[in-house]
């Protein structure tokens, strides 16, 4: 009975109407300690019961009401009060929640990549390694500021990392801090010291939103509308879902609609290899979008032009030490940086002068901070800041064999300077450096460059009698580039050309190695033509090792190039180690390869990247571990834009065979066409001339390997090249190189 009883109790409530009440729930942006920004319509939202009444009432004496849509959303746009607090924030529906210590102030949202997201601990850090001697007393001020530094006025949210393919998302996930030692440690220190100057001139609270992700390209951080603007970039947006907009859905859309007072931003070290001419174009099209969804209008949107960085164990880039290259990625991102301050109330603050030459995370944030500060007291405070940017590119004039240049941004006048660490900038009488000069043939020089008004500098080189085009700066490391204005701001990185697409069109035209043959037997203006004392080196993995031996294909390109030219002294040197892929290839580059001071790389490379996804472990447990397509196409990348860097142009490579059935059914067939396409397109986005060994090969074998035999054609092994397979490679690189291929290779 008592079991029977369970039942009809049971049955009774099954049968009773269900009523649930949710609990009226705002966006985790709305939590104690929180910062409101001043004196707006603030929208305040989160979630409810479909149709039910929500109210927000400030303790300020101001309160918004309105009833949840049919998915339980609801928002109401409350006035917010003058600076200060702290308040209470009361949200009533069938339940009430109390939000308390809410200050109203100024509030600014603070995304890119690493150098944004680069908390105060790290930089706090000294390591030999990653930071010049010069700087080790601004981590030394840093780690005291983090460690004393108190201030329940300045607060940070830092949004967690979420990504998300082709959905919006509307939740996040975060908490209000304070400054103070426990929680300074985890704030950004470019927003941080930012902010610091804010509170040291308004005096009002500040509130950071923190949302960065390190090593992050800009597609991801661009809405999926802000793909639209035209038919490539739409198209770009469809073929790459899991790239474009995903950290823009899981991480801003979920802030939006959220009262800011505007943008910082710093990133672009991803983007120096990676749709590099298209940056001004994704980077306007991302302010615009952001805007038209925050539905705030133009607020204003600065940005870090990149900061000076060389990479680790290189050479110097001082010229005349380095020799002006036509292309370089880091400069170009900076250029396409400055040009998107075409888009309205946008500012940059330039950083090239305060970066380290070994690591790309610039560790004196406190400048950085203090420099875009500038432009928000100036033109969003209107406080009396003499001037908030350095010397920016405004116009030129040809006049004979000089070109006059015209800047903004002058102050009280241009002047040489010169900055170490936190100190002041201190002016000099020293010549200015890094300018760089050529005519038609794009035959860039180290120009002679004087300040010849407060606002212009005449550039010009004896041996350019028609210039056509001036640079700045144009170097991953211009550290010593020392034109400032005389506040001690450092001018921005530029070209005077109209549009960096015309700089891409120039060096495609003029430039040897810029355009790619579809086959390595097509005869194309891409290929190399030799001068006296080049020096090829032939970066890869255990072909080339054996290729150095007297019938190798790295010793008979050695011998057909001493042959067909003796007077030339060129030298040919092996860089190939066994077993190694793209990451091992990045490891040693600097020693192999950089060190040799060569002018031409070839880069043969991707045989063990893609084999080892199926090569057994030795022992037989499992198998070895091979390259993804991401590292493999940004390994490349990363070793070409090291290479033309210092002046040396890439023969890139499509790897071989792993199995020479003519059939295409090798096992590892498909996984080396797709990694030969990324080599195709990393030749085609880097300006890098393309050998195609994997096309090569495979019309070679359909035409010579009528058995479908596994081996013995081109291979002794399935990979490793015969005397067939190495005059094969060699007759393929001659060709390459525009040299004659001598009768002893064609048998």
Avoid at 128 to 139: F, G, L, M, V
């Amino acid at each position: 009975m008592k079991h029977q009883s369970i039942k009809v109790a049971l049955g009774v409530i099954l049968l009773t109407p269900c009523v649930s009440l949710a609990d009226v729930v705002p966006s985790a942006l709305f939590t104690d300690h929180m910062v409101i920004q001043r004196e707006i319509q603030a929208p305040v939202w989160g979630s409810a019961d479909a149709g039910e009444k929500v109210s927000v009432t400030g303790s300020w004496g101001e309160s918004a009401a309105t009833t949840a849509d049919a998915s339980g959303k609801w928002m109401v746009k409350l006035k917010t009060p003058e600076a200060g607090g702290p308040h209470t924030l009361i949200l009533k529906g069938n339940n009430m929640v109390t939000i308390k210590d809410v200050l109203s102030g100024e509030v600014w949202f603070c995304s890119g990549q690493s150098n944004m997201e680069w908390r105060m601990e790290q930089l706090a850090k000294v390591s030999a390694k990653r930071t010049t001697p010069e700087h080790i007393p601004t981590a030394d001020y840093i780690k005291k500021e983090m460690e004393t530094a108190s201030d329940a006025l300045l607060r940070q949210f830092t949004v967690a990392k979420t990504k998300s393919p082709m959905k919006p998302l509307s939740t996040l996930k975060g908490t209000w801090l304070d400054s103070s030692p426990q929680n300074n440690p985890g704030f950004s220190g470019t927003a941080y010291f930012f902010a610091r100057e804010l509170r040291r001139e308004l005096n009002v609270p500040v509130g950071l939103i923190n949302c960065a992700w390190g090593g992050t390209r800009i597609e991801p951080w661009m809405p999926a509308e802000a793909f639209q603007a035209d038919k490539e970039m739409a198209a770009y947006y469809q073929k790459n879902p899991k790239q474009a907009a995903t950290i823009f859905n899981g991480m801003v859309n979920p802030v939006i609609p959220y009262a800011i007072r505007g943008t910082i931003w710093y990133q672009g070290e991803s983007n120096r290899d990676y749709n590099t001419l298209k940056y001004e174009q994704h980077f306007s099209a991302m302010i615009g979008t952001w805007r038209k969804l925050w539905a705030q209008g133009e607020f204003p949107f600065y940005f870090v032009q990149l900061t000076n960085y060389q990479g680790r164990s290189r050479a110097s880039y001082d010229p005349p030490a380095m020799k002006p290259v036509e292309y370089d990625g880091w400069p170009t991102i900076c250029d396409q940086q400055r040009r998107t301050l075409r888009v309205k109330n946008t500012g940059m603050t330039v950083s090239s002068d305060i970066g380290e030459a070994h690591d790309v995370h610039a560790h004196n944030k406190v400048d950085v901070g203090k420099r875009l500060a500038l432009w928000a007291l100036k033109h969003d405070y209107q406080q009396p800041v003499p001037v908030c940017s350095g010397p920016l590119y405004k116009s030129h004039k040809i006049d004979g064999k000089q070109v006059i240049i015209e800047f903004d941004h002058a102050g009280s006048g241009l002047m040489t300077g010169s900055k170490t660490g936190m100190e002041a900038t201190q002016e000099t009488q020293d010549p200015l450096t890094y300018f760089q000069i050529c005519g038609a043939d794009r035959q860039w020089k180290w120009a002679q460059a004087e300040i010849t008004s407060a606002d212009t500098v005449t550039v010009s080189h004896p041996e350019v009698s028609n210039p056509t085009v001036v640079r700045y700066a144009w170097s991953t490391n211009a550290k010593a580039a020392n034109l400032y204005n005389k506040e001690g701001l450092p001018a921005s990185i530029f070209s005077t050309e109209a549009e960096i697409r015309d700089h891409a069109v120039a060096a495609e035209a003029v430039a040897p190695a810029k355009k790619q043959a579809a086959s390595s037997n097509e005869k194309s203006p891409s290929k190399a033509s030799l001068k006296k004392n080049d020096r090829i080196v032939f970066l890869g993995d255990s072909i080339t090792q054996l290729g150095v031996k007297e019938d190798g294909y790295v010793a008979l390109t050695s011998q057909a190039i001493a042959k067909a030219y003796p007077e030339l002294g060129i030298e040919v040197v092996g860089a190939g180690i066994s077993g190694h892929k793209v990451p091992d290839c990045q490891k040693r580059l600097d020693r192999d390869v950089l060190q040799k001071n060569p002018t031409i790389v070839v880069i043969y490379i991707g045989i063990n990247d893609v084999w080892h996804w199926s090569l057994p472990k030795r022992g037989g447990k499992g198998f070895r571990k091979g390259t993804t397509p991401e590292k493999f196409e940004s390994g490349l990348k990363d070793m070409i834009s090291k290479i033309n860097a210092v002046g040396a142009r890439v023969i890139l490579c499509t790897p071989t065979v792993i199995g020479e059935k003519s059939d295409g059914s090798n096992p590892d067939d498909k996984r080396l066409d797709e990694y030969a396409d990324i080599s195709r397109k990393v030749a085609k986005d880097t300006g890098s001339q393309l050998l195609d060994f994997r096309t090569a090969s495979i019309d070679y074998l359909k035409a010579h390997n009528p058995e479908n035999a596994e081996r013995g054609i081109l291979t002794g092994d399935r990979v490793h090249m015969n005397a067939a397979g190495n005059r094969f490679l060699a007759t393929n690189v001659l060709r390459a190189l525009n040299v004659p291929v001598p009768a002893s290779l064609k048998k």
